[in-house]
T-cell receptor, first 117, second 112 residues
Framework: GAVVSQHPSWVICKSGTSVKIECRSL??????MFWYRQFPKQSLMLMAT?????????EQGVEKDKFLINHASLTLSTLTVTSAHPEDSSFYIC?????????????FGPGTRLTVT | SQKIEQNSEALNIQEGKTATLTCNYT??????LQWYRQDPGRGPVFLLL?????KEKRKERLKVTFDTTLKQSLFHITASQPADSATYLC???????????FGTGTRLQVTL
């Protein structure tokens, strides 16, 4: 149980275009979803927290107009990187937690490798 | 400032030995601490959670200790196997809405 999927697993896009990444909880309802970014040989950095039906809460230094997060249902959250630039190239990982399980445990997706050329 | 430190150097051990990884933190008062495994190009996989009022927790070959006085957690893998080779991350709760802050991880390499 507690499986989280991400799509796509990797994507290459041109500078200036937008990319959407999906995060789905497959066998549980995710009360809260988190989006992280990880650069090579660095740790996961939390970008934003989203609760179903409400606006995402962004961490300091993360541009909310550039990284659009939508958590429209209890099983789906999307991250859209708008007007992508090469410095946005990174590994984006989502996680989900559930009030019915334990809010303290987060279940991670497999990640999405974004390369902006 | 708040800091979570894990040994950035890789830990190389022989198969069958016990691997011990360290997570030290400063300026945090976490209610719980978690350990994750991450393989290259993959998302983290949850291993264990230990709460502030727990000294030790075990799961199969894994053992975690949590010393809130020393502000340290130790993660042990007994009878290590080459399949245990991965990066291990510790994460602390920030006290806000289940948000976690991660350490940089320690890469473990288990050789035959």
């Amino acid at each position: 149980g507690a499986v989280v999927s991400q799509h796509p697993s990797w994507v290459i896009c041109k500078s200036g275009t937008s990319v959407k990444i999906e995060c789905r909880s497959l066998d549980f309802q995710a009360t809260t979803m988190f989006w992280y970014r990880q650069f090579p040989k660095q740790s996961l950095m939390l970008m934003a927290t989203s609760n179903e039906g409400s606006k995402a809460t962004y961490e300091q230094g993360v541009e909310k107009d550039k990284f659009l997060i939508n958590h429209a249902s209890l099983t789906l959250s999307t991250l859209t990187v708008t007007s992508a630039h090469p410095e946005d190239s990174s590994f984006y990982i989502c996680s989900a937690s559930s009030a019915s399980e334990s809010l303290d445990e987060q279940y991670f997706g497999p990640g999405t490798r974004l390369t902006v050329t | 400032s708040q800091k979570i430190e894990q040994n950035s150097e890789a830990l190389n051990i022989q198969e069958g030995k016990t691997a011990t990884l360290t997570c030290n933190y400063t300026n945090y008062s976490p209610a719980y601490l978690q350990w994750y495994r991450q393989d290259p190009g993959r998302g983290p996989v949850f291993l264990l959670l230990i709460r502030e009022n727990e000294k030790e927790k075990r799961k199969e070959r894994l053992k975690v200790t949590f010393d809130t006085t020393l502000k340290q957690s130790l993660f042990h893998i007994t009878a290590s196997q080459p399949a245990d080779s991965a990066t291990y991350l510790c994460a602390l709760d920030t006290g806000t809405a289940s948000k976690l802050t991660f350490g940089t991880g320690t890469r473990l390499q288990v050789t035959l």
